[in-house]
C-alpha cells in the first residue's frame, strides 16, 4: 500500500543543534509539505513543495530548512536558529492534479531538547 | 481570529452517545476534511467534502456551503473513537489551514 513514511516517531535534540527529519512518500505525489503542531494549537504550515528542485516558505519557516532532490523526499532540518523547535511535526502530500482526496499524511515526528 | 473554528474544545461521551462535533470557517474554501488523530500523533482523514454529506460506517459528515460550517456526527460512540478530530480546509489553493481540534473521550 503507499503511504508517506516518517522517521523517526521520536528524536531529542540537545540545544545548538541541527536535526533533520525525514519524509518519504511512494504515492507518486508531485506536492508535499511540512507542518507543525503545538499543544492547543492548528497545525501550522512550515515549508511545502509542488516540484522537484522547488520550495517555498510557509507561515512559520523562520529556523527551518528543507530540500526536495527527488519526487519521493522532502527532509526538513530544524536549525539551531529555531528558538523553540520542541513541537509535533507532520508531513503530508497531495497529488494536485487528481484533487483534494488523494491527501495523505505521515504519523509524524515528535521532536523534543534535552 | 481563527479562519477555522471547531467547537466543543473537548467532549467526553458515555460509550453508545450520539456526538456532533462543529466546524465553522471564514474563508472561501475549495474543500474540506475530517481528520482523526490518535495519540501516537499519526493522522488519518476520514473524509474531504466539498458539498453535502457523506457516511462510513458510523461516521457521517456534512457541510453546508453557504453556512460556511460543517459537522462530524458519529452514531453509537464506542471507547475506539476517542481521539482528535481535526476540521481542515483546501483554502482556495492546495495548502491547508487547520482547526485547533476536538479532544473526544468516550468512557465505556
Known amino acids: 500500500d503507499g503511504g508517506i513514511t516518517q522517521s523517526p516517531k521520536y528524536l531529542f535534540r540537545k540545544e545548538g543543534q541541527n536535526v533533520t527529519l525525514s519524509c518519504e512518500q511512494n504515492?507518486?505525489?508531485?506536492?508535499m509539505y511540512w507542518y507543525r503542531q503545538d499543544p492547543g494549537q492548528g497545525l501550522r504550515l512550515i515549508y511545502y513543495?509542488?516540484?522537484?528542485?522547488?520550495?517555498q516558505k510557509g507561515d512559520i519557516a523562520e529556523g527551518y530548512s528543507v530540500s526536495r532532490e527527488k519526487k519521493e523526499s522532502f527532509p526538513l532540518t530544524v536549525t539551531s536558529a529555531q528558538k523553540n523547535p520542541t513541537a509535533f511535526y507532520l508531513c503530508?502530500?497531495?497529488?494536485?492534479?487528481?484533487?483534494?482526496?488523494?491527501?495523505?499524511f505521515g504519523d509524524g515526528t515528535r521532536l523534543s531538547i534535552l | 481570529k481563527n479562519e477555522v473554528e471547531q467547537s466543543p474544545q473537548n467532549l467526553t461521551a458515555q460509550e453508545g452517545e450520539f456526538i456532533t462535533i462543529n466546524c465553522s470557517y471564514s474563508?472561501?474554501?475549495?474543500?474540506l476534511h475530517w481528520l482523526q488523530q490518535h495519540p501516537g500523533g499519526g493522522i488519518v482523514s476520514l473524509f474531504m467534502?466539498?458539498?453535502g454529506k457523506k457516511k462510513h460506517g458510523r461516521l457521517i459528515a456534512t457541510i453546508n456551503i453557504q453556512e460556511k460550517h460543517s459537522s462530524l456526527h458519529i452514531t453509537a460512540s464506542h471507547p475506539r473513537d476517542s481521539a482528535v478530530y481535526i476540521c481542515?480546509?483546501?483554502?482556495?489553493?492546495?495548502?491547508?489551514?487547520f482547526g485547533t481540534g476536538t479532544r473526544l473521550q468516550v468512557f465505556p
Open positions: 503530508a502530500s497531495l497529488n494536485i492534479g487528481a484533487g483534494f482526496s488523494t491527501q495523505h
Open positions: 504515492l507518486n505525489h508531485d506536492a
Open positions: 513543495s509542488q516540484i522537484v528542485n522547488d520550495f
Open positions: 474563508v472561501g474554501i475549495s474543500a
Open positions: 467534502l466539498s458539498s
Open positions: 481542515a480546509v483546501h483554502y482556495n489553493t492546495d495548502k491547508l489551514i
